[in-house]
């Protein structure tokens, strides 16, 4: 299944599909405006420029993905960041195959693959705050809204988010019924 977005301009959402999409909807507005576009299972904000066609844009957000397949490495988003262990793990890192980097992506694989249901809830939970926060960390009940959302308290998440914009509310309130679910014994998907 492709991934779905959240086009989402003065705290509304304009626009929801496919990111070309959602980039083709927003350019055919009247009004040229620039929304903030997230990634719906995750709550990622996707970040590209708004400047051109549809056609632009596209290529843009899709870092130029968009013809046919080129020669040589793909892009992979690899990025360089600091990393501090003790000697000994260095040690067994330059021992694996792979060497380091190749050897703790491989661990981070297996630990996401294999993540408990609190760990999962865990994630969910941070990634909706932060979606609440992006909008809303200025509006009244944002502040209510994440406590009941770590303590998993539905009467309270609907009462601390009942005035914000019912767009946004049904998108919040979809995701933390998702996450309400996990904590019932649902299975993690």
């Known amino acids: 299944m492709n991934n779905q977005y959240l086009a989402i301009y003065d705290n509304k959402v304009v626009s929801r599909g496919s990111l070309e ?3 083709y909807q927003v350019k055919a507005l009247q ?6 576009v997230f990634e719906q299972q995750s709550c990622q904000r996707i970040d590209f420029s708004w400047h051109g066609d549809a ?7 899709t870092g130029g993905n968009t013809t046919a397949n080129k020669r040589g490495r793909p892009k992979l988003g690899v990025k360089a960041k ?4 003790l000697p000994r793990h260095w040690e067994w890192l330059s021992t694996q195959r792979g060497g380091a980097s ?6 981070i694989d297996e630990a996401q693959k294999n993540a408990s249901t609190e760990d999962v809830i865990c994630t969910k939970q941070q990634q909706l705050d932060k979606f609440m926060l992006t909008f809303l960390g200025d509006e009244p009940g944002f502040e209510e809204a994440s ?9 309270s998440f609907e009462a601390a988010i009942a005035t914000w914009s019912s767009d946004i509310k049904e998108f919040v309130m979809a995701k ?3 996450i309400s679910d996990l904590h019932s014994g649902a299975t993690p998907t």
């Open 147 to 155: 406590r009941a959302l770590y303590r998993n308290s539905k009467v």
């Open 55 to 61: 056609a632009t844009v596209l290529k843009a957000a």
């Open 82 to 85: 600091e990393v501090t262990l």
């Open 21 to 23: 999409d959602i980039i």
């Open 176 to 178: 933390f019924m998702a």
């Open 102 to 107: 190749a050897a703790l992506r491989r661990l």
């Open 31 to 36: 009004t040229p405006i620039e929304p903030l």
